[in-house]
T-cell receptor, first 112, second 113 residues
């Protein structure tokens, strides 16, 4: 099983809303990631969790708040987003450092 | 930091033809080079990867070649099929540390029947 599951698949939110994106993997991977992808662009790294600890934050605005409740789950809490934050948000996981990276199908987010 | 250049940005071929996508990288310490295929509305799917101790790797109709000296690597797809149509991303990283891949800008491949 090489599946990373993301919910919801689509999300529309206003700039004053609070919402959360969820990601789950059952491959026993110890590293999990959030990426942001704009249309016709490559994925951009946002956060990396390793062994449930935040190890990389690519200077992401505080309106994005990641959380790793356990080794299988990764959340991204969203608050007071801007229209320019509209994008495909991808979760990924890998067994460990330098290992193959597996992506979920993403959450298409629209901020109105 | 690493910089990955990918060419061409778009590629149109007829079904059955071969397709080649090329990437160059700047960091001589990079030693892991995956290729991802992304279909519309889906996340990137790892289709093949190569490490720097190998010059070529093949998986059915897909092959990747690596030239460490020139710092470039290529994806070769033979006998293309319409379902190969997608955006392809190359990437590079160091095996040590976290998988912070640097992606190329992508190639949109269109295979016409």
């Amino acid at each position: 099983d090489t599946e990373v599951t993301q919910t919801p698949k689509h999300l529309v939110m206003g700039m004053t809303n609070k919402k959360s994106l969820k990601c789950e993997q059952h491959m026993g991977h110890r590293a999990m990631y959030w990426y942001k992808q704009k249309a016709k662009k490559p994925p951009e790294l946002m956060f990396v969790y390793s062994y449930e600890k935040l190890s990389i934050n690519e200077s992401v605005p505080s309106r994005f708040s990641p959380e790793c409740p356990n080794s299988s789950l990764l959340n991204l809490h969203l608050h007071a987003l801007q229209p320019e934050d509209s994008a495909l948000y991808l979760c990924a996981s890998s067994r460990g450092a330098g290992e193959k990276l597996f992506f979920g199908s993403g959450t298409q987010l629209s901020v109105l | 930091g690493e910089n990955v250049e990918q060419h061409p940005s778009t590629l149109s071929v007829q079904e059955g033809d071969s397709a080649v996508i090329k990437c160059t990288y700047s960091d001589s310490a990079s030693n892991y080079f995956p290729w991802y295929k992304q279909e519309l509305g889906k996340g990137p799917q790892l289709i093949i990867d190569i490490r720097s101790n190998v010059g070529e790797k093949k998986d059915q109709r897909i092959a990747v070649t690596l030239n460490k000296t020139a710092k470039h690597f290529s994806l070769h797809i033979t006998e293309t099929q319409p379902e190969d149509s997608a955006v392809y991303f190359c990437a590079a990283s160091r095996v040590s540390g976290y998988s912070t891949l640097t992606f190329g800008k992508g190639t949109m491949l269109l295979v016409s029947p």
